[in-house]
């Protein structure tokens, strides 16, 4: 199964603000809470569609792949 429409909005959220986006920022964007957004960044990072910036790992930033 592909992504699902929840995760592209997210991904096309962060194409628009760019890399780094914090994740506060993008729950906010989405109208979702912080907890519901990591669940799906961990989903798109499983699925090799998302990757977490290791430099910025201590502000909770991730970017599209």
Not at 12 to 24: E, H, N, P, Y
Not at 30 to 54: K, Q, S, W, Y
């Amino acid at each position: 199964a592909g992504p699902t429409k929840a995760q592209w909005r997210g991904r096309a959220w962060l194409k628009r603000t760019g890399d780094g986006a914090r994740q506060v920022e993008l729950a906010e964007g989405l109208d979702v809470e912080p907890i519901t957004l990591c669940r799906m960044i961990d989903r798109l990072e499983e699925a090799g569609a998302a990757v977490e910036d290791p430099r910025a790992a201590a502000r909770g930033e991730r970017g599209p792949r």
